[in-house]
């Protein structure tokens, strides 16, 4: 099908995300790639193609503001040249864009060469939004060096993060991240599970380091992300500008209202501790990486219950490093069990769209938005497990108005 063809989609109940309804009788008219007109059925225009989808249900595209497509399994151990990365990267981009995940935001590892890629057809896959290298202090949840490991080298390690310390280094990392054609700047703002030097509790970076990244990424049009869990670490960071909280499992209401305050976003990744929970031993985790990982997977819900408490800007993430990224739509069911479907479904559509800034262009049917349409043989408000792998109920997906699953064959006549 073309991006530039016209035609209407008829027959489908519309998943209103902003209004948590469902429509019923309207058709969606699709042409150039975005959606032209909502309208009444019978008031389509003479002679125009539609396609009848049978009664099912159509849902926005859905966004994962948490991806890795470019990142080593645990115990690669450095040996995997880039060349075999970026083939997993496509691959790991194909299945996503066919679980009806649209767009990405990529929290580091993927860069502009991949979203070039994507954009021109060489890797079918999310519209992407692309971090580069992570920055992270010596010792810091990026610098994965073992503690006898002695080289004090300021460099990427494995290709996904880069040490930087010291407000030059941190200005010329986000400087050379931007050169490089990055959409936003990740930082390591507190300690991780899987890094063996750190504490969750400890934040990372000083006021002075993280302020001088904020400001370099505002000055050419970019917004920081940070990795954090601890409510120290939060705090610090969104006072020094930080624009989105990622993982944000130890937040308290205070910390929740200053977010709200200075329009910070949270992108918590809950999927992610209970798969890791299942599979971390097996790729390679010390029993210290297992008991962070507990400690997190245990105050995630109640982190997600005050954020909505205060109102901030909740979206949705994945994070899945090593663990099968097949539970990619696994953690909807997750915020369901907080805030039901129609609000969990938010998380990951129109809310996620604020978070990379294209609010009105992508995660909601309306007019103008892009045409990313999925077609679901199930309600969503209903509950959230049509979009899992083991009771998915997915049958087309359209990005920008582009056919990139049709299991029905529905769209074969457009």
């Not at 054609?181 to 509790?201: C, E, N, R, T, Y």
Request: glycine content about 12%; aromatic content about 6%; some cysteine.
């Amino acid at each position: 099908m073309s991006e530039t063809q016209t035609f209407a989609i008829t027959n489908g109940k519309i998943v209103d995300v902003v209004a948590g309804e469902i429509i019923d009788g309207k058709a969606i008219v699709v042409s150039d790639g975005k959606i032209s007109q909502i309208v009444e059925t019978g008031a389509l225009p003479d002679g125009i193609e539609t396609v009848d989808v049978g009664g099912r249900y159509l849902s926005p595209g859905l966004i994962d503001c948490h991806a890795h497509v470019f990142i080593g399994q645990f115990n690669d151990g450095g040996h995997v040249l880039a060349s075999e990365m970026t083939a997993r990267s496509g691959k790991y981009l194909a299945e996503m864009l066919q679980r009806g995940f649209t767009t990405i935001r990529d929290a580091g590892g993927a860069d502009q060469g991949h979203k070039a890629a994507q954009e021109q057809g060489l890797f079918p896959g999310p519209r992407m939004f692309v971090a580069g290298r992570i920055l992270s202090q010596t010792g810091g949840h990026g610098d994965h060096r073992g503690r006898a490991d002695t080289c004090s080298c300021s460099s990427q390690i494995g290709g996904i993060s880069m040490i930087a310390d010291g407000i030059d280094q941190v200005r010329w990392a986000v400087r050379e991240n931007v050169r490089q054609g990055a959409d936003q700047i990740k930082i390591m703002a507190g300690g991780g599970v899987s890094s063996p030097g750190d504490k969750l509790v400890h934040p990372q970076y000083s006021l002075e380091e993280i302020a001088t990244i904020v400001e370099e990424a505002d000055r050419v049009g970019r917004y920081v992300m940070a990795h954090v869990y601890s409510d120290i670490g939060i705090r610090r960071a969104v006072e020094c500008g930080v624009r989105s909280i990622e993982h944000g499992n130890f937040l308290s209401a205070e910390s929740a209202k200053a977010m709200v305050d200075r329009e910070a976003h949270l992108v918590p990744t809950l999927i992610t501790y209970e798969a890791d929970a299942k599979y971390g031993m097996s790729f390679g985790w010390a029993p210290e990486n297992a008991e962070k990982n507990a400690e997190v997977l245990a105050s995630g819900l109640k982190s997600l219950e005050v954020a909505l408490a205060a109102g901030v800007n909740v979206g949705y993430g994945t994070d899945l490093c090593w663990s099968p990224k097949s539970y990619q739509g696994d953690g909807l069911m997750i915020h369901q069990k907080v805030c039901g479907p129609v609000e969990a479904l938010r998380h990951a559509t129109v809310n996620n769209a604020r978070v990379v800034r294209m609010d009105g262009q992508i995660g909601e049917l309306a007019e103008g938005a892009l045409a990313d349409i999925l077609v679901v043989d199930a309600n969503p408000y209903d509950g959230l497990e049509c979009f899992s792998q083991h009771d998915n109920k997915i049958v087309g997906v359209l990005q920008a108005s582009k056919t990139v699953r049709d299991d029905h064959g529905l769209f074969a006549g457009v």
